[in-house]
């Protein structure tokens, strides 16, 4: 089925570790980004990428790293993960200019940081 | 900077009954707003999309309302089933193609 794929879907570090989640869309859209979702917080936006070859930090960019691979990957990278990035983190993909298209999500992958 | 608010958090209705979410936003310049559910664990699946030009939108039992210059869009579940149990979230996309999400509402529905 078409839609946006992330992986993993859970991962427990421990405090310093390092890791990247990936996410892949089928879609042919040209943005691509990453929310964390926590109780009392809602979504918020950590960074995203507007076409192939550019990115741009979010609300809360602070601690990650991005890389958008192709026109179909964006990945999301934690160098040295502390329990304040404990979360759940979704990506999601969209067409930009159609205002007639939504915002498609990924499943989530659930972080915890030990 | 645009801010979204849903009312009420958390919503308990008994199965049957209409119901109303609600949800407003502070920068009237938006493009468009769209309503998800997301279920305990899962993702976020899109419910409906209402584009900055129109007024409503309907898909079965859900339809969903605009009142771009006022600052608020209303979400209509009619005949409440218990599999309409979830977190039912609005989001608005402002300018810089930026997407703001509200806190959502919970809506529990009892058989």
């Known amino acids: 089925n078409a839609g946006v794929t992330q992986t993993p879907k859970f991962q427990v570090l421990k405090t310093g570790q390092s890791m990247t989640l990936q996410c892949a869309q089928d879609m042919n859209h040209n943005s691509m980004y990453w929310y964390r979702q926590d109780p009392g917080m809602g979504l918020r936006l950590i960074y995203y990428s507007a076409s192939e070859g550019t990115t741009d930090k979010g609300e809360v960019p602070n601690g990650y790293n991005v890389s958008r691979l192709n026109k179909r990957e964006f990945s999301l990278r934690l160098e040295s993960a502390a329990p304040s990035q404990t979360s759940v983190y979704f990506c999601a993909s969209s067409e930009v200019g159609r205002t007639n298209y939504g915002y498609t999500f990924g499943s989530g992958t659930r972080l915890t940081v030990v | 900077k645009q801010e979204v608010t849903q009312i009420p958090a958390a919503l308990s209705v008994p199965e049957g009954e209409n119901l109303v979410l609600n949800c407003s936003f502070t920068d009237s310049a938006i493009y468009n707003l769209q309503w998800f559910r997301q279920d305990p664990g899962k993702g976020l699946t899109s419910l409906l999309l209402?584009?900055?030009?129109?007024r409503e939108q309907t898909s079965g039992r859900l339809n969903a309302s605009l009142d771009k210059s006022s600052g608020r869009s209303t979400l209509y579940i009619a005949a409440s089933q218990p599999g309409d149990s979830a977190t039912y979230l609005c989001a608005v996309l402002s300018s810089g193609s930026r997407l703001t999400f509200g806190e959502g509402t919970q809506l529990t529905v009892n058989p």
């Open positions: 209402i584009q900055s030009s129109q």
